[in-house]
């Protein structure tokens, strides 16, 4: 049976473990520099070291990105930085740049090469390019259709791997590329310090009248002009696998951990399905719901024009908050580190690699010192502190969840 790869977010230490605990094949990771997604916890040396070894432990492979745009000041410790990522393990590092990709084929030559979709790769033409110098796999442009990714699978080698967005954050930009936050703000998008003006509101200003702004009215809340919705692209994985794609990648670095599990449950349950040759379960769409997200859409994976802006607002969908995530569990009672507070009583519902959610109903609550005695509470449960809660069956990594309440 073919293999295809799901490729999950690593923006810390929680964000790996949840990664791997529910279902990764492989996670992207960076270090404190370099890499586009600087608001991310990120891995200083030592960290990342750790890191990789624990991916190799779970059988998942480590990508590690230093896909930033580099000045000439830069270069000698981005060599130096692809050496240590050998020494570490990676498994490959995600570029973007035909220098770095050089100064990497000399610093970390057993380090394989895959080249960030910021090159913006839109046809086999530059693909082939990318292989001849050395890359094994191309991350393909966000801005391409599932039949323009199978034209160009049908034209590059066997052997050159392609990588495509499946989930997560778009930008209004070509692949990534654009210079408006560094233009508003001073912080430079392709240098991983993106300040989302994108995700901003914006107004008209008449030359002859300053001070006066017009409303750019497409609703009644004014109009984001330039706010993207994010990629859903869990319905059309059968075409993808179809259109022999390798590695399929959710985006969200940046995001919580909560994020990192939950959306790499989904697509791990998905892909498994389709790879089986099983229908992908509608309710899937519905667990992606309750993750934070901005309204959905296919992306350009199925094209239709109007669909991928949002004009009416820029906050995150957030319906669904998690309650805890368990730590230990003796099979009877779990011992959780609490995010928001829930009661006994309360009905939650229970997310556990591997499987479907399932509501559980909390029994009975006692709090943790940090000697390890316990006091049973019912309410006034405060955040990062520990608990023990009566649950059976729930392994380390499960996540409490409930709904938000208005």
């Known amino acids: 049976m073919r293999t295809v790869e799901l490729l999950s977010p690593a923006g810390d230490r929680e964000k790996l473990e949840m ?10 990771m960076a270090g404190k520099s370099y890499g586009l997604r600087m608001g991310a916890g990120n891995f200083a040396p030592d960290e990342l070291r750790e890191a990789i070894a624990l991916a190799h432990r779970n059988g998942a492979r480590a990508y590690v990105t230093v896909n930033t745009v580099p000045r000439e000041r830069e270069l000698d410790g981005i060599g130096e930085f692809c050496a240590l990522c050998e020494d570490c393990g990676a498994d490959a590092l995600i570029l973007s740049d035909a220098g770095v990709l050089s100064i990497a084929k000399r610093r970390a030559p057993s380090v394989a090469v895959h080249m960030s979709t910021q090159a913006g790769i839109t046809n086999s033409a530059s693909a082939e390019l990318w292989h001849s110098l050395g890359a094994q796999r191309v991350i393909l442009a966000r801005e391409l259709s599932v039949e323009e990714i199978a034209e160009i699978r049908a034209h590059v080698p066997a052997e050159l791997e392609l990588e495509v967005f499946i989930h997560g954050a778009m930008c209004v930009s070509f692949s990534g590329r654009c210079l408006l ?22 107004a008209l200003m008449q030359s002859e009248k300053p001070g006066e702004f017009f ?5 009644a809340e004014g109009s984001y002009i330039l706010n993207s919705r994010d990629l859903c692209g869990i319905e059309q994985i059968g075409a ?18 909560y994020y990192a599990g939950a959306v790499t449950s989904v697509y791990r349950r998905a892909l498994d399905d389709c790879l089986a040759g099983k229908t992908v379960d509608p309710a899937l769409l519905e667990e992606l719901d ?8 296919t992306g ?15 906050r995150y969908v957030r319906d669904w908050e998690v309650c805890a995530i368990v730590e230990e569990s003796d099979g009877a009672s779990v011992t959780v580190a609490m995010k ?23 029994e009975k609550i006692w709090e943790l010192d940090e000697l390890g ?13 520990r608990y023990r809660i009566l649950l059976d069956g729930a392994p380390r990594y499960s996540m409490l969840r409930k709904p938000k309440k208005d």
């Open 215 to 219: 409303e750019v009215e497409e609703h």
């Open 340 to 362: 928001n507070p829930f009661r006994v009583g309360e009905l939650l519902e229970l997310l556990c690699p591997g499987g479907a959610p399932r509501e559980v109903r909390v």
């Open 290 to 297: 309750r993750v934070s997200h901005r309204p959905y859409c």
């Open 181 to 202: 936050s560094d233009y508003m703000t001073g912080r430079e998008g392709n240098r991983g310090e993106c300040a989302q003006p994108c995700r901003w509101r914006y």
């Open 373 to 385: 005695e316990e006091t049973a509470v019912d309410a006034a449960m405060r955040n990062q502190r």
């Open 300 to 314: 350009f994976l199925v094209p239709v024009n109007g669909t991928r802006q949002f004009y009416q607002e820029s």
């Open 19 to 28: 990664a791997l605990a529910y279902g990764a094949d492989a996670v992207y």
């Open 240 to 257: 993808l696998v179809a259109a022999g794609v390798d590695s399929l990648k959710i985006e969200g670095r940046s995001k919580s951990a």
